[in-house]
């Protein structure tokens, strides 16, 4: 196949962001200079920026698919298989979750370029957590943002301990501290329900 | 007051932790250059490593600085307040506090250091959470350590969420959230216990 369908565009687009992933997880952002990206793409320079006008580019897409991934992964098999694709990742990919976090706290022009972005992952997750809420599988007296938020920084914050070498709880126990955190009236109906 | 004598220096010694953790913060771990420290203590950099032999000995100095305040805090005035002092916490601080994880993340050295310390505070907290548990505030259900990791990953995801700008969600219902995932079994008498 010629190297210049839309196809084998697509096929050499995720390898250069593997390997990225991988150079930009071992050296963080700043280390991870030109020189390494050409050795573990294999290509040149040129052959990167044609894909990737920009390093910073470059490593917005890389946290752009790390958010699809992890969007997909939640609407698809749930948030219990999120809090286990986090727990179970390798250091590695967690350092490049990590250094996400980081950029957007210390670069200005990277964290207002993430902001405008407006992928459709988030709104059908936003969907996903409303529609559990009214089927009772969620608390409904705080609301859809706020359910959502603490789940991502319950992930953040598994993340985070993971990759420094820290112990996080056993899954099944994070699982049920999670579960009466989030649970809905099933769970809940015996208390006093607060209003929202 | 001469400066020789011991108060002095450990006035001295707080004054650069304050002066470096501002430095950490803006630029980072590499980016804290000695320049940087000197111009930020205002000290040469023999006044500074007269303290702090080393870069390293000075941000593992305010690492454990930072874990004995924290600790404190939950100790004197429980994980409410831990709570609302890192969700109120400036960025600049959250900066150095994130700082840390990511140093135990990349420095197999710093890791070990860090994991040699064996704070007081530390041991005073696991006591402290299990004694909560026997007067039947926290859940019984799950021991000691997880409860106590657990506490602390929340409180990490919302450290890296304001960091990174994001929103957390609105403290009360936090408190509402976590305090439902944690609960003794006055609160959760009602519902089916599981065996740890």
Redesign the interface.
Known sequence: MPKTTAEAKEVRRDAILEAAQRTFAQY?Y?GATVARLEQATGLSRGGIFNYFPTKDDLFLALAERDAERIGALWLEHGYEDVLRYIDESE?EW??VY?EI??R???DEDF?ERWRQRAPEVDRRLAEDVRRLQEEGELRD??DV??LG??L???????A??R????????FE??L???G????GPA??R??PR?SA
């Open positions: 963080g700043e250091h967690l350092g990590l976090g980081r957007l706290r210390t964290r007296d705080v943002e706020t938020r603490f991502g920084l319950v992930a953040d914050g598994i985070m301990n990759a420094a070498g820290f112990p996080t709880p056993p126990d994070l049920l501290l999670v009466d955190a989030i649970g769970r809940l015996t208390r607060r």
